[in-house]
């Protein structure tokens, strides 16, 4: 079966740094678009960062364009988001997806404070 296992996150302060992964397993990783995903209490999942199932083509929510960078490694069945100048704002649980695949991962709390 589909599993996504997302890890990294934590506690950090504005301006700071994290590097999400995603683990994947129960299908062919290299074939599909993976996405990040986050959420906050109340609101619906927001499509945080798109990549393509080779890695050659990239999209970003505007919130994010210019400090998160998505990216995999097919030989590991993993997919990454790096995130740079946090803000409070990006306070979420973080998920990874397959974009044609309907399971979810647990996701990854980040929390953005000083």
């Known amino acids: 079966q589909v599993q996504l296992v997302e890890s990294g996150g934590g506690l950090v302060q504005p301006g700071g740094s994290l590097r999400l992964s995603c683990a994947a397993s129960?299908?062919?990783?290299?074939?599909?678009?993976m996405r990040w995903y986050r959420q906050t209490p109340g609101k619906e999942r927001e499509l945080v960062a798109q990549i393509s199932s080779a890695g050659l083509s990239t999209m970003y929510a505007d919130s994010v364009k210019g400090r998160f960078t998505i990216s995999r490694d097919n030989t590991k069945n993993t997919v990454y988001l790096q995130m740079n100048s946090l803000k409070p704002e990006d306070t979420a649980v973080y998920y990874c997806?397959?974009?044609?695949?309907?399971?979810w991962g647990q996701g990854t709390q980040v929390t953005v404070s000083s």
């Open positions: 997806k397959a974009a044609a695949l309907a399971a």
């Open positions: 129960g299908f062919t990783f290299r074939n599909y678009f």
